[in-house]
């Protein structure tokens, strides 16, 4: 009798351990469930913000060389033009360098790209860092108004002086990317971190191939009206920011919570000094809980990327100016081309670089920089438009591909509340090579001409590749 009592509460006791155990793994599977959901709607918000800002910030690609042309015409007297381009003929004259003048719009637009990217460079890690203690969500409505703003200007940039300030507010709210990055690092895990940057690679290409066209066609609709030809871009383009803030304002939810934030954002000079001060930002110094290891395979990775998108950015930058001065393209053609590169550049992200399996992501950011190569000497030597398309292809292949991919083997250092920091010097980084290349590049191409600027930039990626040995990825938990 006592041993059929003992055995009824044995078994009572298992089933309620067997209970509880089961009702603990179901409340598990609901939690998983509902932050999978949590997961993919953040990541489609950022999805769709980003597309929003990316076809607004594409719009005046194929229309910069020819608002430069215009600027040359209508910026009389003391312009910031007229003294622009004067300092350049003396430095011309004192160089020795043969006439130029007629690769001075690269030579300016390179100024100006680099002036964006440099400002971009100053404000990333500040934002990603702030965002590390005040939260993803208001420091990504802060950068959005900051980027409509600069479409007001730009609509309203008579003269190049409002055109360039309008350059300036929008490099300095331009941490918008970093902050995109970040947001799908804390809702991913170290499995699916992947397919949520090859989405925001899948939005970088939607928007260049709608973007420049649409850019296009307005400005063909408002020279045809007699008015002048930037204005309806600039209009639409302010029209998808204010619809970008009003979107991120509905829909966008707070990613990191308080009791993950960063206690300060540190206001010793030395701390901010780490946010800007370039030796600082290659050695990751703002970024203190992590290993030697990491930190040593964080300062290798930030430098390749840095390398790799100096080359990169800065020809990427003079493909306008080229089929401009080279085949005489129209902006409605330049968009054409930009379409052609953003179709490839979707397929590559949609159909192959969203599949690549966790630790494969080396191996496919050296593909795109060996392809990159020879896509720079087919273009640099192309004298005909289907020798110029075969190397964009290319270039577009190796655009898809090796940014995506660097990004992701980035993403999987530090704790939750370091992610923002290390996110926004990486973009840091890489908006700090953007600062130089496109200036760089254009002075090439300004002073010895299109063929030896290519030719150069497919010689000096030998040295990212050859650094790129050294990575080793950290391995999935």
């Known amino acids: 009798m006592g041993d059929t009592q003992s055995e009824d509460t044995m078994n009572g006791h298992v089933e309620d351990i067997n ?6 793994h179901e409340s598990n599977m609901k939690e998983e469930e509902i932050d999978g959901r949590f997961s993919r709607r953040a990541i ?32 009389k007297g003391d312009g910031w033009y007229s003294m622009l381009q004067s300092g350049v003929n003396h430095f011309r004259e004192f160089l020795g360098i043969p006439d130029t003048e007629r690769y001075n719009s690269v030579l300016f637009g390179g100024i100006i790209g680099s002036l964006f990217s440099f400002l971009q460079f100053v404000a990333s890690p500040v934002i990603g860092a ?68 090859a989405m925001i690679g899948i939005s970088f290409s939607l928007g260049f191939i709608v973007g420049p066209m649409i850019g296009a066609l307005f400005a063909r609709s408002a020279a045809a009206q007699g008015g002048a030809f930037y204005v309806q871009p600039a209009l639409f383009a302010l029209f998808l920011a204010a619809a970008d803030v009003l979107f991120v304002y509905m829909y966008l939810d707070e990613t990191l919570p308080e009791e993950k934030r960063a206690q300060s954002f540190g206001n010793s000079f030395k701390e901010a000094q780490n946010l800007i001060n370039p030796v600082s930002l290659f050695c990751f110094s703002a970024v203190k809980k992590t290993t030697k290891k990491d930190m040593s395979m964080l300062r290798l990775l930030g430098f390749i990327y840095f390398l790799y998108l100096f080359i990169f950015s800065g020809l990427e930058f ?33 159909g192959f670089v969203r599949r690549i399996k966790p630790g ?54 530090g704790s939750a509340d370091q992610k923002g920091t290390i996110m926004g010097i990486f973009r840091s980084l890489g908006a700090l090579s953007r600062a130089f290349g496109p200036v760089v590049s254009s002075a090439v191409y300004w002073a010895y001409g299109a063929s030896t600027c290519y030719i150069t930039g497919s010689i000096l990626l030998i040295f990212p590749l050859l650094l790129f040995t050294m990575v080793k990825p950290q391995k999935m938990d």
């Open 360 to 413: 494969k992501e080396k191996r496919m950011a050296v593909m795109g920089m060996v392809i990159l190569m020879p896509s720079f000497l087919m273009i640099a030597n192309a004298t005909t438009t289907t020798l110029f398309y075969a190397g964009l292809a290319l270039f577009a292949f190796a655009s898809a591909s090796v940014v995506p991919c660097m990004t992701t083997l980035v993403s999987v250092y």
């Open 318 to 350: 003079t493909l306008t100016f080229l089929v401009h001065k080279r085949f005489q393209y129209t902006s409605i053609q330049q968009g054409r081309m930009f379409v052609f590169m953003g179709l490839i550049m979707a397929l590559v992200q949609g």
């Open 19 to 24: 209970g509880k155990g089961t009702a603990e």
């Open 44 to 75: 489609m918000v950022v999805f769709l913000s980003l597309l929003l800002d990316l076809l607004a910030f594409t719009m005046i690609l194929p229309l910069l060389p020819s608002l430069l042309d215009y600027y040359a015409q209508h910026d």
């Open 130 to 197: 702030a965002s590390d203690v005040y939260g993803r969500r208001p420091l990504m409505m802060l950068t959005m108004v900051g980027i409509t703003s600069s479409y007001v200007m730009w609509a309203l940039s008579h003269n190049f002086q409002l055109f360039v300030l309008a350059r300036i507010v929008g490099g300095i709210s331009k941490g918008n990317v970093s902050l995109s990055t970040t947001i799908v690092t804390d809702v991913s895990t170290r499995k699916t971190r992947g397919k949520g940057m």
